[in-house]
C-alpha cells in the first residue's frame, strides 16, 4: 500500500514515511479533536484542554518512536498491550466499590447498600451518556480512551513498517494479501 494513504490514517502526516510529500524531515501534525468519532464519547466529553495534552504527549512520543530501532517501537507496542483504557478501569472501580459496598453492607451497616447504588447510577449514566463523574477525575489522571491509545499503535506499526508488506492492484489495496497477513483464510 502506498506510504502516503497510511500517513493520513487517523490524521498523523510522517513525512519521513511518505516520499510523496517531498520532504525529509520529520513533521507530524496530529488533527485529532477535530476527527473525534462518535463512539468516542469519552473525548467529546472531555475538557478541551484535557485532550489538547493527550495530543501533545502523543505527538511527543510519536516524534521519539520516529527515530528508534523496530525493536524499541515493538517493546512500546508490547507495553500498549498491557495499558488499560478509560473504560476498564471505570469498570474495575466500579465493581470494586460495589463489592465493598456489598460486603460492608452485610458485615457492617446496611448504610452501606446505597455505595453499590450510586455506582450503578453512574455507570448507567455513562453508557446512555459517555459522561460519570469519575470520568473527568481519571481523563486528569492520565487515562487514554481505546481511540487514543489504538491511534498510537496504529502511528508505531506504521513506523515500525508494518504497513508495507501491502500491494496495490490498479490503485486498490490487493485484500487477497490482506486476508493473508492478518491469517483470515485459516478459518
Keep these: 500500500m502506498a506510504e502516503s494513504t497510511w500517513c493520513r490514517i487517523f490524521g498523523l502526516a510522517i513525512d519521513a514515511l511518505c516520499p510523496t510529500r517531498g520532504r525529509k524531515s520529520i513533521i507530524m501534525t496530529l488533527n485529532v479533536a477535530s476527527k473525534v468519532p462518535k463512539e468516542d464519547r469519552v473525548r467529546a466529553q472531555t475538557d478541551p484542554e484535557?485532550?489538547?495534552?493527550?495530543?501533545?504527549?502523543?505527538?511527543?512520543?510519536?516524534?521519539?518512536?520516529?527515530?528508534?530501532?523496530?525493536?524499541?517501537?515493538?517493546?512500546?507496542?508490547?507495553?500498549?498491550?498491557?495499558?488499560?483504557?478509560?473504560?476498564?478501569?471505570?469498570?474495575?472501580?466500579?465493581?470494586?466499590?460495589?463489592?465493598?459496598?456489598?460486603?460492608?453492607?452485610?458485615?457492617?451497616?446496611?448504610?452501606?447498600?446505597?455505595?453499590?447504588?450510586?455506582?450503578?447510577?453512574?455507570?448507567?449514566?455513562?453508557?446512555?451518556?459517555?459522561?460519570?463523574?469519575?470520568?473527568?477525575?481519571?481523563?486528569?489522571?492520565?487515562?487514554?480512551?481505546r481511540l487514543e491509545i489504538e491511534q498510537e499503535r496504529y502511528a508505531l506499526k506504521l513506523l515500525r513498517g508494518d504497513f508495507e508488506r501491502l500491494e496495490r492492484k490498479e490503485g486498490r489495496v490487493d485484500v487477497s494479501g490482506l486476508v493473508s497477513e492478518l491469517h483470515l483464510d485459516a478459518v
Aim: aromatic share 8%; glycine share 8%; hydrophobic share 45%.
Design 50 to 145: 484535557i485532550n489538547r495534552q493527550f495530543d501533545r504527549k502523543l505527538e511527543q512520543r510519536l516524534r521519539f518512536y520516529a527515530v528508534q530501532d523496530k525493536q524499541t517501537i515493538s517493546e512500546r507496542l508490547a507495553e500498549l498491550d498491557r495499558e488499560w483504557d478509560i473504560e476498564r478501569m471505570l469498570e474495575a472501580n466500579a465493581a470494586s466499590l460495589s463489592l465493598l459496598g456489598i460486603i460492608l453492607g452485610v458485615g457492617s451497616s446496611r448504610k452501606w447498600f446505597v455505595v453499590p447504588a450510586i455506582v450503578g447510577g453512574f455507570l448507567l449514566q455513562h453508557a446512555i451518556q459517555g459522561w460519570c463523574p469519575p470520568i473527568p477525575v481519571l481523563r486528569k489522571l492520565g487515562a487514554r480512551t
